[in-house]
């Protein structure tokens, strides 16, 4: 199911020539009928720094948050490239973290990871990722946090999503 939604979304977004901006928070909203609610996705484009081998479908990675009622229901970095592991190195305005993530999505592409540290990234203004590539070196991403008020308003009432002034 995640698969299908990410697959939609992507494909919705290049359909309606949606290719972001650097910086700049995307949001959709999209009815979801099976389980009779809306959902709020916010998608934030990032670059490659060292792209993967072979890229599956998306040639850029984004960083994914989807909300319903004000809580984060999911949250993941789709990384264009079948990765190894669910672990990534980070490293968030300078300071070095791993960021662990809970699981990868069934089709490989993208690693779900938690509120905790979602909360942690939202606030930063550099995020630079590094996943391994199944059979290939590492793909490094980088994104540039904006302002991430939309995405705050979107899924405030999510107890680890703390807004500070920047």
Same mark, same amino acid.
């Given at each position: ?38 959902? *709020?996705?916010?998608?934030? =484009?990032?670059?490659? /720094?060292?792209?993967? +081998? #072979?890229?599956? $479908? ?48 069934? *089709?490989?592409?993208?690693? =779900?990871?938690?509120? /905790?540290?979602?909360? +942690? #990234?939202?606030? $930063? ?42």
């Amino acid at each position: 199911m995640k698969v299908w939604c990410l697959l939609f979304f992507i494909f919705a977004m290049r359909s309606a020539g949606a290719q972001s901006p650097a910086g700049e928070w995307q949001h959709v909203s999209k009815q979801d009928v099976l389980n009779a609610k809306t959902i *709020d996705r916010y998608v934030l =484009f990032g670059k490659y /720094l060292s792209p993967p +081998k #072979v890229t599956a $479908g998306e040639n850029q990675p984004t960083l994914v948050v989807e909300c319903h009622a004000q809580k984060v229901l999911q949250n993941f970095v789709n990384v264009g490239a079948v990765v190894n592991s669910r672990f990534m190195e980070a490293r968030l305005d300078g300071k070095r973290f791993t960021l662990d993530g809970d699981s990868i999505s069934t *089709d490989g592409l993208a690693v =779900f990871f938690s509120r /905790l540290d979602l909360g +942690k #990234v939202l606030v $930063g203004h550099t995020l630079i990722l590094g996943a391994d590539e199944y059979l290939g070196a590492q793909v490094i991403m980088q994104f540039d946090l904006p302002d991430s008020s939309i995405v705050f308003a979107g899924c405030g009432r999510d107890i680890f999503l703390k807004q500070v002034k920047r």
